[in-house]
């Protein structure tokens, strides 16, 4: 075992890990344009959000059926960068936040074919209805913009990747406890010697309550008439005489 100040590493669990490793499949990147696009309006009375449809490049070679990121690209004219906010929900029904409000930005130069990525979608498939919401987040209602253009790009693979194919992941309290046939045998090695250690216990109660029940003078006749044992004898009696 290799300590690291942020715990624990099996090197012997990583090294077996590394020699089976199974890497992902061949990456493909689907790009999806709007077609006849105008511009349009963005207000803080007037929030936009447009619905799209995705096949994910299905009947094409860079096909692309399981996620692993996705990037928005926009180009935004704004009176005020900082009040917008962007939201893309996909097809599953998962809402990410690309943009959030920025106070200190004031820049009034918008966005130019800005790239905004999310890994939020990983594992997904692509294909079905995506929607893009672009809001003022600040209420301002003297800021005035519009979307003049944007296109999403699918990074993915076009096969399910090898992790998946056993189902999903369960991240449970058990999920990063690393066994090996060294860990458990130590394991086993303590249960063991907390067994034995409660056996011996329990055989040392026993012969005490055994001794406290015994009658002094039965202890006398079986025991050999040493001076120590004399000593402890007329003790015991002793004490026994006084209760």
Request: charged share 25%; with cysteine.
């Amino acid at each position: 075992m290799i300590r690291f100040g942020f715990g624990l590493l099996n090197a012997a669990a990583l090294t077996e890990t590394a020699r089976n490793w199974v890497t992902v499949p061949k990456q493909s990147i689907c790009q999806i344009e709007p077609t006849k696009f105008s511009p349009q309006r963005i207000s803080a009375a007037r929030p936009l959000e447009i619905d799209f449809e995705v096949k994910g490049c299905e009947g094409e070679n860079n096909v692309v059926r399981f996620l692993e990121h996705v990037q928005l690209y926009v180009t935004i004219s704004y009176t005020r960068r900082g009040a917008l906010k962007i939201n893309i929900t996909s097809p599953h029904g998962t809402q990410t936040t690309l943009l959030s409000e920025r106070d200190q930005d004031t820049s009034t130069d918008g966005f130019k074919n800005w790239s905004f990525m999310s890994v939020h979608n990983w594992g997904e498939n692509p294909k079905g209805l995506w929607t893009i919401k672009i809001m003022d987040a600040t209420g301002d209602m003297d800021n005035v913009g519009a979307l003049e253009d944007f296109r999403l790009v699918l990074h993915g693979t076009s096969e399910a990747p090898h992790r998946m194919l056993a189902g999903p992941r369960v991240y449970d309290e058990n999920y990063n406890t690393v066994q090996n046939e060294r860990s458990e045998k130590r394991q086993s090695l303590e249960s063991l010697d907390r067994q034995q250690a409660m056996v011996e216990s329990n055989k040392l109660l026993a012969k005490h309550d055994a001794y406290d029940q015994q009658d002094p003078l039965d202890e006398m006749n079986s025991i050999p008439a040493t001076d120590s044992h004399w000593f402890r004898l007329l003790a015991r009696l002793n004490g026994n005489w006084l209760q």
